[in-house]
């Protein structure tokens, strides 16, 4: 469960949390959504839908500059220039101050890098978009034309406004659809965020008197109310709280618990817990100006009104959820690029990695084409590199087709591999435009016919503003797919006293030679050197000699092939080499241990038997017998 309520924090600071707009768009029976829409590289913006020619947005550092006055003509937001340098944009109780060649911002008080200075562009002040944006309490997200759309809440502002429409106009009650729940909605209660792929949504009061939060996670245990009781109270009393009622509730099918606590800051919380359909739903409620657990009765009414249900047919009910068919659209702006993906999945953005917990995984890349080459060139490539990755009974190539990504014709090559586990299949799509390679990798158990469809609506929702790339980056790293297995690069420890050749299309996990251990990975395999000044060889080795006994006996598919004595970069040495089918993948494993001047070593190295081709066994081999002692 999610520990913090966000009651870790003081009242004070969760007070000023209601302050400040880092959220998702609020909604009161007298307020209204202001829209703009903007996209780089651009003349227009679109504000409340009206069409607006602007100073075309650009990209600096990964970061979308716009003008100044754009927030003035969308928001009304005042701008003043101070001391000729110094910006301060205000909005309603938000002050951002920016300094011409500065990353840095005060966003009410706060400082906020913000990744790109403010800057003249032909007479224009521009400065950085989303943290401008989010500094005057406005929310930012993409949408399926590439634009990026900014959302504020205001007041009324009159007659200049009679077209904008209330979204909040029927509604009594407001909920996510996608995590199955709906509470009371109140005129005075704001939506303050929604975080964790809208696993958590928290709220506050207009008058800053109380605090809510519903978070939502997996349960497939089944706990009646005496079980929630227990769990809460456990949590209550792991936090150092003092809990003053308890309360288990076997309401129908829909049991729950509640605790009301006081906090190590003296704050008062309830606390309610609910399991429903193979979920488990956390609702808190802190109240500022409680003194006695009988003040928190005024919440009961609001807190009775929760349901861990989801009536989409409930027109009264306001949608908090952005999933739309299953989907989840996501944006990274460094690179231009927006899709949809299943919206069960873990999303990193920033990296472009998405994944679901059976097994499907996406990965989007951005690198530089070489000077000539095409996609043939680079196809033929990745072909090559998975000959030498997987062996020839773990590989097969099933074909290539085309398909259009954002009104591109991209190459889609598809090829089934096998680890030991079981058959994966995986989609390259490959596109390359303006010098640049557009690069998407799915993968998905064979069998999972519903990952095998979804790879045909992600591919459809790609669009790629392939201008951002042009102007954000220079020349960029060549895939690391085509990284010539053979090329090595030499690494030194200066505290170790060693040297070892690296295989340059290795993956470094910790490469700071001068710390200890030193932790490479590649596909199928992994290569490690630790060096300990306090644990003698003999220890070492004794322990080795135990685990490996100890392993043969309980674990099932576990053979040591053989442990001997033998010299190692001019050194003794003990060595051991076993093999074992760890949950279904066969693998080989082996460690070298030696001492010199004091210092023992262990070269750990491995490598599966599906990727146990030529190159990858010689280059493994390589790494090893490269170790070498120097002064």
Known sequence: MKKSWLRVLSTGVIAGMLLVGTATPMWASNLTTHELRIKAGSTSAFINGKKQNITKPLIVKGTTMIPVGVF??????????????????????????????????????????????????NDVLMVPLRPVAVGIGATLAPNSTGEIVIRLLQKDRGAEDHGTIDLDKGKTRIGNSYYGWSIHYPADLIVLQSGEQERMTSFGAADESYYLEVYVSDQNVALDADDLLTQLVQLAKQAGDTILDREAVSKGNQPYARIVVKDTDG?????????????????????????????????????????????????????????????????????????????????????????????????????????????????????????????????????????????????????????????QTEFDVLLQKNGYRYYAEYTFPEGQTADRAWFDQIMKSVEIDFDTVKDNFGQMDEDPYLTDKKKTITRTSKRYHYSVDIPRYWTPYSDRFESSPVVYTFTGGDFSIAATEDKSIEMTVSQLREAYTEAAKTRKGFNLIRSEELTFAGVPAFSFTYHEVDKGVPYTGSQIVFEKDGTTYTITSGLNDANRTQVQAEMLEKAVNSFTFIK
């Open 72 to 121: 003035k003509k969308a928001f009304g937001s005042e701008i003043r220039l101070e001391k000729n340098d110094v910006i301060k944009i205000k909005q309603g109780p938000h002050v951002v101050t920016l300094t011409m060649g500065s990353s840095v911002a005060w966003v009410d008080g706060a400082k906020v890098e913000m990744g790109a200075a403010p800057q003249m562009v």
């Open 267 to 423: 704050l008062l919380w309830e606390l309610r817990q609910y399991i429903h359909d193979g979920r488990q739903y956390d609702v808190y409620l802190a109240d500022y100006e409680a003194m006695n657990y009988k003040d928190m009765g005024k919440h009961a009414s609001l807190l009775n009104s929760f349901e861990p249900s989801y009536s989409k047919s409930d027109r009264t009910i306001k949608d908090l959820s952005t999933v739309e068919e299953g989907m989840r659209a996501v944006w990274n702006e460094d690179y231009g690029i927006q899709l949809k993906v299943p919206a069960g999945w873990s999303m990193d953005n920033q990296n472009m990695v998405y994944k679901d917990e059976n097994g499907a995984y996406l990965q989007f890349r951005v690198t530089s084409a070489k000077s000539g080459a095409t996609v043939k060139d680079w196809s033929d490539q990745l072909e090559n590199w998975m000959r030498e990755t997987f062996t020839a009974e773990n590989y097969q190539r099933i074909g290539s087709f085309t398909t259009e990504v954002s009104g591109e014709t991209a190459e889609v090559n598809e090829f089934r591999y096998n680890f030991g586990a079981g058959w």
